[in-house]
């Protein structure tokens, strides 16, 4: 399977290569120390480290209308085939090859701006920030859930605690949780006052 990236714009067709030369020499400094030209001098090496070209060296071939990769999909690769797309002026990509492969380069292009062809590879990032969404509101309902059981005391903080968690993870709109929670507190309110009454 070849991993790669093409521009989905039709003024990308026949476009020509950049020469591997100018794009090390564009790359910000951190990168040019990981890339390399190959021995033909029509490729980029990109390296893991900054020391020794071994294990883990990933090819890039600017193919002109495509960018190919082959390797092992170390963590400066992906800086590098975002700098080539953004160098050849690209605004809309489809991607090919990995799913890891893939979903990472999409991940860089939404961070560009970059449009993505590929209704797969939109999909996915929607439903990455819906989970990142649900993970923030989770975090967040923990925290109200304690200071809103510090208020009743701390008997009730591992059950709220617990509530809005599980509220706030399993709504599909998490805001809808938060009166759901209040209403639990409120119960646990008029029980506690049940209970102590009966004391």
């Known amino acids: 399977m070849i991993n790669g990236i093409a521009s989905s714009s039709p003024e990308a067709l026949g476009q020509e290569p950049i020469p591997p030369s100018e794009i090390v020499a ?25 020391a020794g070209y ?20 170390n963590s400066d690769t992906p800086f590098v085939l975002i700098a080539m797309v953004k160098m050849k002026g690209w605004k809309r990509l489809s991607v090919t090859g990995s ?9 860089r292009a939404e961070v560009w701006g970059l449009e993505l062809a590929d209704d797969d590879l939109r999909e996915y990032l929607s439903a990455e920030r819906k989970r990142e969404r649900r993970r923030g509101w989770l975090e967040a309902g923990i925290v109200y859930s304690v200071v809103i059981a510090l208020g009743l005391g701390v008997p009730y903080l591992m059950i709220t605690g617990v509530a809005a968690g599980f509220l706030s993870f399993i709504a599909d709109n998490p805001l809808a949780s938060v009166p759901l929670l209040f209403a639990i507190v409120i119960v646990m309110r008029l029980m506690s006052g049940l209970i102590t009454g009966q004391r």
């Open 26 to 50: 564009k790359l910000p400094t951190m990168q040019q120390q990981r890339v390399r030209l190959d021995e033909q001098g029509d490729a980029l090496i990109v390296s893991p480290g900054l």
């Open 99 to 107: 799913d890891e492969f893939r979903h990472e380069i999409a991940r």
């Open 54 to 73: 071994a294990e883990g060296d990933d090819r890039v071939r600017d193919e002109g209308g495509r960018i190919v990769m082959s390797g092992g999909f």
